[in-house]
């Protein structure tokens, strides 16, 4: 019966002890790097979209002719499309100046070049975004953005689904591997002619290798928010799962902070703020 007892007593202290292991791997888990890297990630490589948007959704007629995204951001030093009618296929490029600063305050070089097969607001659409020498704040973007325009919701939104597959981003220090499926919304701007109040609502699935060398995936369980007149991610929630440690919830903006720089983040029942450029 001792040998019983003394048992039981060795059984129960060793759970205490892995548990006490286990709430104190819990406490030194706090590092927001891997979730600064999905949103550094979640930024930039939606960035040729965005531009591609700015350019094809409105295009504003003047007496002068066609004035597009050139002639408000300065960074740009050409801004194109060649359309050809027989096949109907529009090519477009961007071209940026490293040394003017583009209006989100960030610095961009080489260029942008994508292909349209259909007009860009009719379903069926496709169209393909790539980029190879393109860089902002010195990191270079090697991707190309595949996209469908999958038609109308029922509240005659358009919707465009995204697939970005073996992309990167790197400079001298930093090394990022992505693939992200994603759906945009165009939810609001599509009836006037103004590109810098147009809003997007994002879903999707992403799986990334961060800039520390973890490997993680990550769902968008609240819509992602990009108003296109906004610099950054202005609103929605995602859960980070990195590989053999705890779970992330990054939060973007908020009632009191819609468009800033600022992302809360969440490990087991810390909190965490963090900023992005």
């Known amino acids: 019966m001792s040998n019983r007892i003394h048992f039981f007593f060795v059984f129960i202290a060793l759970i205490l002890f892995l548990g006490s292991c286990r709430n104190s791997d819990r406490d030194l888990d706090t590092d927001t790097t891997i979730a600064k890297s999905y949103i550094l990630s979640e930024q930039y490589f939606s960035d040729p979209f965005f531009w591609t948007h700015k350019?094809?959704?409105?295009?504003?007629?003047?007496?002068?002719?066609?004035?597009?995204?050139?002639?408000?951001?300065?960074?740009?030093?050409?801004?194109?499309?060649?359309?050809?009618?027989?096949?109907g296929i529009t090519d477009i490029s961007f071209t940026f100046d490293e040394t003017v600063t583009c209006n989100d305050r960030r610095i961009r070089r080489g260029n942008l070049a994508g292909r349209i097969w259909g007009n860009y607001k009719d379903e069926n659409a496709t169209i393909r975004i790539t980029s190879s020498f393109y860089y902002i704040n010195g990191l270079r973007l090697q991707m190309v953005d595949s996209l469908e325009n999958l038609g109308r919701n029922l509240d005659s939104s358009l919707i465009f689904s995204s697939q970005v597959r073996n992309a990167k981003m790197s400079n001298d220090t930093t090394y990022i591997e992505w693939d992200a499926n994603h759906q945009w919304t165009w939810t609001?701007?599509?009836?006037?002619?103004a590109y810098f109040n147009d809003l997007y609502e994002g879903t999707g699935l992403i799986k990334s290798l961060s800039f520390n060398g973890n490997t993680f995936t990550a769902e968008i369980i609240e819509p992602l928010i990009r108003d296109v007149g906004c610099f950054w991610i202005a609103g929605g929630e995602v859960n980070q799962q990195p590989e053999n440690i705890l779970p992330r919830t990054i939060t973007?903006?908020?009632?009191?902070?819609?468009?800033?720089?600022?992302?809360?983040?969440?490990?087991?029942?810390?909190?965490?703020?963090?900023?992005?450029?």
């Open 55 to 87: 350019l094809m959704a409105n295009q504003k007629v003047t007496q002068t002719g066609v004035f597009y995204i050139d002639s408000l951001e300065e960074c740009l030093t050409n801004a194109s499309i060649v359309r050809d009618p027989q096949t």
């Open 188 to 193: 609001e701007g599509e009836e006037d002619g």
């Open 252 to 277: 973007f903006g908020d009632a009191n902070n819609y468009c800033d720089n600022e992302v809360g983040v969440k490990i087991s029942q810390r909190d965490y703020t963090i900023k992005i450029d």
